[in-house]
């Protein structure tokens, strides 16, 4: 008889089981990474194939049909991504420390840009093919109002989709993100949210375009067009007006004058009743001049006195108010091309500015000359805008910039389509502030009575100061020649006690909202500097005079106490100089 076998001990066949457990585990492991690795890999691929059809399709935007057949394949790689980063294993992972918080923002992102390629590339797309270059030019001298309208739907469903998709992206919290993976998120949020600020855009213009110009009736808009050589809260002093009349896509130049055409009213009697506030710092002069009209730095405000002064002086109540200046019809030159002006002169994209703001002065001593030659000016750019000379794209562009540097400007008197405008720099209204953005605001304004402001210069700086505050310096200087060389005009001849030459400056800088003002500090070369404090609806006012000779500089210093936020930013009065804008410092401006 045989012995039994030898039974296996306890202890060596548990140790066994859990070397086969833990091989087990790691095998899985293994296949896990290697899985969540492969389809990682196989989700970039799709969408950097996606990225490049949608800078294609962008570099084709002037061919809207080869844009649309770019973008048809764009949904496929976005919904492939997805698929590759959302299945059970994947989720899984997203649990496992470290590595989870990298695999569900990549999975998140995924999804975000999948959302825009189902939801917003169609519409786009649609609304692309609408808008090619021979639907924005008039035929028989009409745009196709109905056309424009037409394409509402589709832009408003892509500005849904994008404003959503940008939201969602937003919400990405990138603290436990490795660089790689935050710059990625960092990009895509970047471009949808370019996107949608875009298509936002596209859907306003849809809704407002086709009213603007008489789809449902005959419209009269009053256009203001700012002198930037005078400044102006909102860019420079109004020298002439022109008013349009539009129907059924037709547009046509009405009136024309100039500011000497209005009847100023008496001290005792503005043209419209002015908040308290806004009285007590500018005073009456905005509501009885026409010139003061963009004095205030609120176009909401400025631009329903403007229409109230042309009703009063010929009968005529606009459907709406538009402000422009020089720097704005450079621009649409380089639209339309050269046009020779009933003087002989040709004016371009080039040469509008100094020939508007500049040689126009030594050319013409008499101001209703100067006036005559601006109207002209205007005039000959409008009429080839009617005519269809004016390359779609690029006036698109130039308009797009225009805006941008809030030198176009508009008010309309009908409440829906003012809201169409909310929000917008068209609308030219008061800085604002939130939780994501702190602004500024700083507004310049000539008290010389002359055109020194042609060779000023300015320069504005925002930094934050800590966690509670941000500071904010301003720096003017005046570059103007020897004044022998200027023209009277220019100058001011003394006329307002300012010595030739020399410029007074009033500049009106507007705190965030709700910030406290904690210091200030000037510093001059100037005869004259001073600086005082007031309110404005909610914002708190430094009011800054500085007078300078040529050579000279100033400087104002502030610093307001109000809570960090991600952006920080200055509103500043278009000058002539399209460079001079605010900008970040990189670190607190305010010695302490």
């Not at 600020?197 to 009053?222: F, K, Q």
């Not at 909102?234 to 100039?258: H, Y």
């Not at 797009?400 to 809201?419: C, I, K, P, V, Y």
């Not at 720099?425 to 939130?434: C, I, K, M, R």
Request: aromatic share 6%.
């Amino acid at each position: 008889m045989t012995d039994p076998a030898p039974r296996r001990r306890p202890s060596r066949a548990a140790g066994t089981a859990f070397a086969w457990t833990v091989g087990a585990v790691l095998a899985v492991a293994v296949l896990a990474v290697a899985w969540v690795g492969v389809r990682g890999w196989l989700a970039y691929g799709h969408l950097r194939d996606a990225q490049d059809s949608v800078a294609a399709a962008s570099a084709s935007i002037d061919d809207p049909a080869a844009a649309a057949a770019l973008l048809g394949g764009v949904g496929d790689d976005t919904s492939a991504a997805r698929s590759l980063t959302s299945d059970p294993v994947w989720r899984a992972a997203e649990t496992v420390p470290w590595v989870g918080p990298q695999l569900a923002a990549v999975a998140h992102l995924a999804a975000a840009i999948d959302d825009v390629a189902a939801d917003a590339l169609g519409p786009l797309s649609e609304a692309a093919s609408g808008l090619s270059a021979d639907a924005l030019r008039p035929v028989d001298g009409a745009f196709d109002v109905a056309r424009i309208a037409a394409l509402e739907p589709a832009a408003g469903a892509a500005a849904t989709a994008l404003a959503g998709a940008s939201d969602d992206l937003a919400g990405i919290d990138e603290r436990p993100l490795l660089g790689v993976v935050r710059e990625a998120v960092g990009q895509a949020r970047d471009l949808v949210s370019e996107a949608s600020v875009s298509a936002d855009a596209l859907h306003r213009a849809t809704r407002i375009v086709p009213a603007i110009l008489g789809a449902n009736g005959p419209r009269t808009y009053l256009v203001a067009f700012q002198n930037n050589a005078e400044w102006r809260s909102m860019g420079g002093i109004v020298g002439a007006v022109a008013q349009i009349d539009t129907e059924n896509g037709r547009i046509s130049l009405g009136a024309q004058g100039s500011s000497g055409d209005f009847r100023a009213p008496a001290p005792d009697d503005p043209v419209v009743a002015l908040p308290e506030d806004t009285l007590r710092i500018f005073g009456t002069r905005p509501a009885r001049f026409i010139q003061n009209v963009t004095q205030l730095p609120d176009f909401t405000m400025g631009a329903p006195i403007a229409r109230e002064m042309w009703l009063r002086e010929t009968g005529t109540a606009v459907d709406g108010v538009i402000a422009l200046d020089p720097v704005s019809l450079s621009y649409i030159l380089r639209a339309t091309g050269p046009i020779t002006l009933p003087t002989g002169d040709v004016i371009t994209s080039d040469n509008a500015v100094p020939l508007l703001l500049d040689e126009v002065y030594r050319r013409y001593a008499v101001p209703a000359q100067q006036d005559a030659f601006f109207q002209s000016a205007a005039a000959s750019v409008f009429q080839a805008l009617a005519d269809g000379r004016a390359d779609p794209a690029a006036l698109i562009d130039a308009l797009t910039e225009a805006g941008e540097q809030r030198r176009l400007l508009m008010w309309s008197a009908d409440a829906a389509e003012q809201a169409v405008l909310d929000g917008t720099t068209l609308q030219g209204a008061l800085p604002v502030s939130d939780a994501d953005r702190t602004a500024f605001g700083v507004y310049l304004n000539d008290g010389t009575g002359s055109k020194m402001d042609y060779y000023l210069h300015v320069d504005v700086e925002t930094a934050w100061c800590g966690a509670d505050a941000a500071s904010l310096r301003v720096t003017l200087r005046n570059d103007a020649p020897d004044p022998a060389t200027l023209p009277a005009y220019v100058t001011g001849g003394g006329a307002f006690g300012v010595p030739e030459g020399q410029a007074l400056t009033g500049v009106y800088v507007y705190l965030p909202e709700g910030a406290v003002l904690q210091d200030q500090r000037l510093s001059s070369a100037g005869s004259a500097a001073s600086a005082t404090t007031d309110t404005d609806r909610g914002h708190g006012v430094v009011k800054w005079s500085v007078q300078l000779a040529p050579g000279q500089q100033a400087e104002l210093l502030l610093r307001a106490g109000t809570p960090a936020t991600a952006e920080l930013d200055a509103l500043l009065t278009p000058t002539v100089y399209a460079n001079e804008t605010s900008r970040v410092g990189a670190g607190c401006g305010f010695p302490e």
